[in-house]
C-alpha cells in the first residue's frame, strides 16, 4: 500500500517541463573545497525534475544587463527527483563562477534551462570513469546513481586533481567506494606537498598509471570529463591501450573548438559572403554561407561566451536585430527564445547580412 501510495503522489506532482520552465530556488549552499562550492536547486513550484546522469543546466544571471550563460553539469543523482545539485569552482577573473561564490545564497532564484547534453553512459558490463579537477561532476552524478540503484557494476573510477586537498567529493567517494564493492577508486594527486602523508600513487595520468589500475581497460566503456590538457592526455593514452573510438565518451566545457576554413574547393570559392555587425562591440566579420558565424568571430577576436559549440549548451545565444540564418541547434534553444529573436552562432550560418545585439 505504501508502494502504491508513493507512486499515486509521484504520478499526481507536476513535472518541470524543459521548453517552458525557466526558475530554480537555491535551497543550500555548500562548501566543497576551498575554491569550489555546491548549490543545491529546487523549482518554485516543487516540480519534479527529471534528468539523466551526465547533463547539465545552463544558467543565465543576467550580470550587467549581459547575457552570460553558462553550463554546469549536475552532480546530484538522477533519483533525487524533487532537487539538482551543481557543483562550481571559482575561476580567477570568471564573472559568473565569481558571482555565484560571493552572492548566491538560498532563496535566491535564478534563470535556468535545461537538463540538456548528451554525455551519459550507454548500458555497459564494465566501465572506467576518468575525471580531473571540476570534471568530477557528471561522473559523481552517475556513480550516485548506482549507488541508488545498486546495480552489479564493475567501475574503475580514477579522478586526478592538483593536491590531496583540491579533491572535490573526497569524502563522499571514499564512503561510496565503502559501499560499492564493484567500485574501485584511484585519487591521483599531482603534487603532494600539502599533504606529505598521501598514502597513494601521485603525478599525472600516464600510460603506466593505467595500466596498473585497470589491466583490462580495453574492454571498458570510458566516460572521461575534465581540463582540456587532460581529456587530450585520457583520448590518447586509452586509444593506445587500446580502447576502440566507439567506447571513448568525453565532456567538456573547457574551450570552444574554433573550426577551420574549409579548402577552397569550388563550392566554396563559390560560396556567397555576408556582413556580420555586432552592434555592442562595434566590430564586423565577413562570413560566407558555408561557415558558421561563432567560428569566424572567434578568428576575429569578437567576444562572445561559448563552450560546446555544437548548439547542445546555448552558452552563445545572442540576440539577433536583422538578418536570417540556417540553424542546426541541438537542444541548446527554446522555440519561444527562437520566436522572440534569439539564436545559437556556434550552429548558424547566414542566409544574408546580419546585426547581432553583442
Not at 548548439?311 to 522555440?335: E, F, N, T, W
Request: glycine share 8%; proline share 6%.
Amino acid at each position: 500500500m505504501g508502494t502504491d501510495l508513493l507512486a499515486s503522489g509521484e504520478a499526481s506532482q507536476s513535472r518541470w517541463n524543459a521548453e517552458t520552465d525557466d526558475t530554480l530556488l537555491c535551497v543550500d549552499v555548500h562548501d566543497e573545497t576551498n575554491d569550489v562550492k555546491s548549490f543545491t536547486f529546487v523549482s518554485p513550484d516543487r516540480k519534479h525534475i527529471a534528468f539523466d546522469a551526465g547533463q547539465y543546466f545552463m544558467f543565465e544571471l543576467g550580470l550587467d544587463r549581459e547575457i552570460d550563460g553558462r553550463c554546469y553539469s549536475i552532480s546530484s543523482s538522477p533519483h533525487r527527483r524533487n532537487a539538482i545539485t551543481i557543483t562550481v569552482k571559482r575561476v580567477p577573473g570568471g564573472k559568473v563562477s565569481n558571482w555565484l561564490h560571493d552572492n548566491l545564497k538560498p532563496d535566491m532564484a535564478v534563470k535556468a534551462s535545461g537538463p540538456l547534453g548528451k554525455f551519459m553512459r550507454p548500458a555497459a558490463p564494465k566501465y572506467l570513469f576518468l575525471s580531473g579537477g571540476s570534471g568530477i561532476t557528471p561522473v559523481m552524478s552517475m556513480v550516485r546513481e548506482m549507488a541508488d540503484t545498486a546495480p552489479p557494476v564493475d567501475v574503475v573510477f580514477i579522478h586526478a586533481g592538483r593536491t590531496p586537498k583540491d579533491f572535490i567529493f573526497r569524502s563522499d567517494l571514499a564512503n561510496l567506494a565503502e559501499r560499492m564493492k564493484g567500485l574501485r577508486l584511484f585519487l591521483l594527486p599531482e603534487d603532494i606537498s600539502n599533504e606529505r602523508s598521501w598514502p597513494g600513487l601521485s603525478g599525472r595520468i600516464s600510460k603506466e598509471v593505467l595500466g596498473m589500475a585497470v589491466p583490462d581497460i580495453a574492454e571498458r566503456i570510458v566516460m572521461c570529463c575534465g581540463p582540456a590538457p587532460f581529456m587530450r592526455a585520457a583520448k590518447r593514452l586509452t586509444c593506445e591501450l587500446g580502447v576502440p573510438a566507439q567506447n571513448y565518451h568525453e565532456e567538456s566545457f573547457d574551450a570552444l573548438v574554433i573550426e577551420d576554413a574549409p579548402a577552397p574547393t569550388m563550392e566554396a570559392v563559390e560560396a556567397k559572403t555576408f556582413t556580420v555587425q555586432f552592434s555592442k562591440q562595434g566590430k564586423s566579420v565577413e562570413v560566407s554561407m558555408d561557415q558558421t558565424v561563432l567560428s569566424c568571430a572567434k578568428k576575429a577576436g569578437v567576444r562572445i561566451p561559448s563552450s560546446c559549440a555544437s548548439g547542445i549548451c546555448g552558452a552563445c545565444k545572442s540576440k539577433l536585430v536583422s538578418g536570417s540564418v540556417d540553424m542546426k541547434h541541438d537542444g541548446g534553444i527554446r522555440q519561444r527564445e527562437i520566436d522572440a529573436g534569439f539564436f545559437l552562432p556556434c550552429c548558424s550560418k547566414p542566409l544574408s547580412d546580419l546585426i547581432i545585439e553583442r
